[in-house]
Each structure stands twice: as C-alpha cells, then as structure tokens.
C-alpha cells in the first residue's frame, strides 16, 4: 500500500491481552505496528457488551479486564517499543481513559510524560464517559 502511495491507518485496541498478557500484548503490538509502519495509528480501549462472547469470559473469571491503571500502564509500555517515525499517534477515542495524540517518533516523550503523570496523579476518565 504505502509504495503505491497509498496512506496506511492502523487502529489497535488496548486491553485486549487481560490481565494474564498486557506485558505481552503491549510489546507485541508495539512490534507489529514497528514492522507495519503505518501512516495513522490509533488506540482504542477494550470494552465490552453484554451477552457477547468476552462478557462470558468475565462473568465466569476466565477474562479479568484491566483497571484504567492498567490500561496506562499497558500503553506506556507499548508506547516505549513503538519506533515508527512520522506516524500520526491518537488516543483521543471517548473509550481512553487518557487522551492522547502526537506523531511518532518527535511526540513521543511528551506522550509518555503525559501518562506517568496520570499514573502518578489518578487522572483517568470516568467510566460513564467512556460510552458517550
């Protein structure tokens, strides 16, 4: 795509390795963006629906999401493995808990220094403002 010219978004989603994998999860997501090197990147944050297969997984202690803590933390990690010069960077989606956005690489310790801060401080989005 990118040697026809063609502009590249990729969007991934945060929370999806539980509480079991987000080390893994965070690197290897960070790895296959790196290798990908899109244009865009975009952050969303898991959540889930009623009814459906993960809801299941929660409800029977077979998934345990993560805590907006956690949530930082997974995306600090994988934040630090991302090396994709010139990508546009947004985690601004109402599903973060922590609003981000800069282009990779320049942006990146401002991003960083933005979720230590809320790691630090607590600052994270309401839950109810994550579904407007």
Same mark, same amino acid.
């Given at each position: 795509?990118?040697?026809?010219?063609?502009?590249?978004?990729v969007?991934v &989603?945060?929370?999806?390795?539980?509480?079991?994998?987000?080390?893994?999860?965070?690197?290897?997501?960070?790895?296959a963006v790196?290798? &990908?090197?899109?244009d865009?990147?975009?952050?969303?944050?898991?959540?889930i629906?009623?009814?459906?297969e993960?809801?299941?997984q929660?409800?029977?202690?077979?998934?345990? &999401?993560?805590?907006?803590?956690?949530?930082?933390?997974?995306?600090?990690?994988?934040l630090?493995?991302?090396?994709?010069?010139?990508?546009?960077f947004?985690?601004?989606?109402?599903?973060?808990?922590?609003?981000l956005?800069?282009t990779?690489?320049?942006?990146?310790?401002?991003? &960083?220094?933005?979720?230590?801060?809320a790691?630090?401080?607590?600052?994270?989005?309401e839950?109810?403002?994550?579904?407007?």
């Open positions: 795509l990118k040697d026809s010219g063609l502009l590249l978004s969007t &989603i945060s929370g999806l390795g539980g509480k079991e994998n987000w080390e893994e999860h965070a690197k290897e997501t960070a790895s790196n290798k &990908i090197n899109p865009y990147l975009g952050l969303l944050t898991l959540m629906e009623p009814g459906t993960l809801w299941n929660v409800e029977s202690g077979e998934f345990a &999401i993560l805590t907006p803590y956690e949530i930082a933390q997974e995306t600090l990690l994988m630090e493995h991302l090396d994709c010069h010139g990508c546009v947004r985690s601004n989606h109402a599903s973060n808990y922590v609003s956005k800069g990779l690489n320049q942006d990146k310790e401002e991003m &960083i220094k933005t979720l230590e801060n790691l630090n401080d607590g600052d994270f989005k839950e109810w403002m994550r579904r407007l």
